[in-house]
């Protein structure tokens, strides 16, 4: 059974198949958007108990979309985890202070680290991952 929800918001159609490759067989119901607004259309839709978001996105930037949530409190309890291609500390420190994100990972990644993460950040949410 899938009782937990994960949004990948990537613009890159190769990442959201090796994220869902990777959150599946986890136990995580998979939601994909292309862009910020296609992300937010979901959000609405369903609030899923973690989003991974792409820095990089069409039209506004994984940063601008972690903002948006976390101004709404109905997602004060999404689990944000942003990846990107900057490698920079000023960059990643950017990403989680401006961003309000959970983690921040480079890409490329290892999927058994992001799952790792997910479900630590998720545990320490009070939510079984």
């Known amino acids: 059974m899938r009782d937990r929800t994960a949004l990948v918001v990537d613009d890159n159609a ?3 198949r090796l994220l869902s490759r990777t959150l599946e067989p986890a136990g995580f119901r998979i939601v994909e958007a292309s862009s910020a607004e296609e992300g937010w259309v979901a959000l609405e839709t369903r609030v899923p108990d973690v989003a991974i978001l792409d820095w990089n996105l069409p039209g506004a930037s994984g940063v601008e979309l972690a903002r948006r949530i976390r101004g ?3 997602y004060d309890a999404v689990v ?3 990846l990107s291609v900057n490698s920079r500390p000023e ?3 950017h990403g989680l202070r401006e ?3 959970n983690a921040y990972m480079t890409k490329p990644f290892s ?3 992001l799952l790792a993460r997910v479900q630590t950040l998720l545990e320490r949410r009070g939510r079984k991952a």
């Open 14 to 16: 190769d990442y959201r």
């Open 72 to 74: 709404q409190p109905r």
């Open 80 to 82: 944000l985890v942003m």
């Open 91 to 93: 960059e990643q420190v």
């Open 99 to 101: 961003g309000q994100v």
């Open 111 to 113: 999927p058994a680290e």
